[in-house]
């Protein structure tokens, strides 16, 4: 049966066709709009509000909390993310759910199980140098398990402004959306902003030296770009950046279901800066 946005529409469906017993869609109804863990309060319907389910940010959350949340949220929604992930805890819920997909370099953690979504178009993700992939690669991480194919180019920073020229056109021509990272002096936004019509949207980074002072120098820096069309989330905050562009991309063409897993139509567009 085709994924639906709606999980009542679904289990109405499934009633429907005897694949579900009234008895077990009540209980489960009784969990809808939202479910109390005690120490967690799970948005079942944040699908249906925004097309994405809530994500697990498990930073400050014990791992027997964070994954108890991964486990009930994986009972009712097809996409799973976790941020903030620490290779402990993913190592837990690798050994519970053996699709899970971790990514040691974003500390995320996702389970997509088809049918996937599809969603037109790409997303460019920039990083001004290599020690911002952290950023990177968690917006690369939501934006996939959004449903979007993406364009990662990594180490293209304004300290070498022509290996940006070099990528530009690609960029301009290609990505629907650009994301980018950038730490230090958070100059890079502004200049790809100044290079593409597309919207920009920038994320610092909390990498550079003392007076960068965790990332608000180049937050600063981003909010006072003078180019047009840049958007700015919180330091560090990569899965806002792909959130924000979800946002921006979602009411173009009708989002499609596939079978196939994340690593054949997804990862096909990327490219290593």
Known sequence: MPHEADPIKKLLKAIAAGETSAEAGFRQLRHLPYQSMG?????HHRTLRQGFP????????????ALAIFAR??????????TRVTPTLAAKIRRRFRAA?????????????PPLTLRPGRIALLSAGTADLFVVEEAKATAEA??????????????GLHRLLDRIVQIDEEADVVIVAAGMDGLLPG????LTGRP??????????????GGIAALLTMLNACAAGVAVVNIDNGFGAAILAHRILAHRLP???????????????????
């Open 39 to 43: 120490f967690a309060t799970l948005d």
């Open 54 to 65: 809530e994500a697990i940010f498990c930073e400050g959350k014990s791992d027997a909390q």
């Open 73 to 82: 949220m994986a009972a009712v929604e097809p996409v799973v993310l976790a």
């Open 101 to 113: 997909v971790y990514s040691s370099a974003g500390r995320t953690v996702a389970l997509c199980r």
């Open 146 to 159: 959004l449903g979007y194919r993406t364009m990662p180019f990594y180490d293209i920073g304004v300290a």
């Open 191 to 194: 200049v790809v902003g100044g």
């Open 200 to 213: 920009v949207i920038a994320v610092p980074t909390s990498v550079g030296y003392g007076t960068g002072a």
């Open 255 to 273: 989002a499609r279901h596939y079978s196939a897993g994340l690593s054949g139509e997804l990862d096909g567009g990327g490219v290593a800066g």
